[in-house]
């Protein structure tokens, strides 16, 4: 079945491009604050943008700190005016339908997309793609048009009073997964809706962990001031979700720390760019850990040997026992470690008033569960 390209029709190009030139749209007032909300810390970060359009988001990708971003589309028109309108050195534009991007070589951060992925039939082929393409602990993040807007397959949009006023928005074959076809600015657009239900079981089955979903809709102030976006609380316009590659497995150091979640950690597969390391070594200097920032070299970390400088000497504890992991000893937990998680923990204060929230969560899966992991560890043994 050929794909579709509606955003080449000049009829289609125009009348889109005179909507999202308006100051204000949904757009602008939903669905591009709830998607930027959703994003990671983007510094030193790969992107890959689906259906990228004009380029908007690859460049504020960019300005948002991204070391890369690859923009793709299958709209030559919106691939020239992007490289017109947002053209920068650390964005490359590819003419590409999102149904060919298994085409492309992995290694992503950041995989997103911008209502567009309503335009995808195989929306079970795209996931495992989005999957394979990103790196473990990768996010993908999406915004589409809302399932109960894509079920509609015609005939009247709202039931009205007899004053013509909406009183409820109405639904129709919102259980049947497929293709629906509507005018907007042309005849014959194609959308292919899908429940919630397979949305979210299609990102499961595709080894992707849904962390987060959105319906934005408008708050008081907005509806004082935009009166007319009130048709959103009966139906939003839009969804969105965030979406993880889960880490290709949890490493549990002797002392507990998850060093797969630990921002200094550079064996494979966890290695990190000189930009993050930068950061990290920034990080440890804001929360108190060093007094100074260090280099890219000594704030990195391949795991824990005995040589290395440890103020409890786990590691080598766990040598001398013949064991991986303070949860195999047979004293555990002995006054040593109690006093590991003690100072340890003596440390979360200052780490979650210097940290962003995600900066926080990633030092609290790696350093603040010690006990848990160890216990963890312990239960498994019987």
Known sequence: MPLQNIYDDPVFFEGYSRIRGQEVNANVLFEQPALMSLLPDLHGKTVLDLGCGMGGHCAEYVRRGAERVVGIDISEKMLEAARQKNADPRIEYLLMPMEEIGRLNGGFDVVTSSLALHYVEDFKGLTSSVHRLLKAGGVFVFSQEHPLSTCFSGGERWTRD????????????????????????????KKYHRTFSSIINTLVDAGLTVTRILEPIPDAAMLARYPE?????????????????????????????????????????????????????????????????????????????????????????????????????????????????????????????ACTEEEYERLRKAFFEKEKNLNSLRGRRG
């Open 162 to 189: 007899a004053e013509g006023r909406k009183l409820y928005a109405n639904i129709s074959n919102y259980s049947v997964d497929g293709e629906r076809e509507s005018t907007w600015f042309v005849d014959g657009v």
């Open 229 to 353: 976006e009130r048709d959103s609380l009966h139906k939003p316009l839009f969804m969105l979700v965030r979406a993880e590659r889960p880490l290709a497995e949890r490493i549990i150091a002797a002392c507990g720390n998850d060093c797969s979640a630990c921002p200094r950690y550079t064996a494979h597969p966890y290695e990190k760019t000189e930009e993050e390391l930068r950061h990290t070594a920034e990080l440890w200097m804001r929360i108190g850990y060093r007094d100074h920032v260090a280099t890219n070299q000594e704030i990195s970390c391949s795991g824990c040997r005995p040589e290395n400088w440890c103020r409890y000497r786990v590691v080598k504890c766990c040598e001398d026992r013949g064991i991986k992991t303070c949860a195999e000893c047979a004293e555990y937990p002995c006054g040593n470690m109690r006093e590991c998680f003690q100072v340890t923990m003596s440390f979360e204060p200052a780490c979650r008033a």
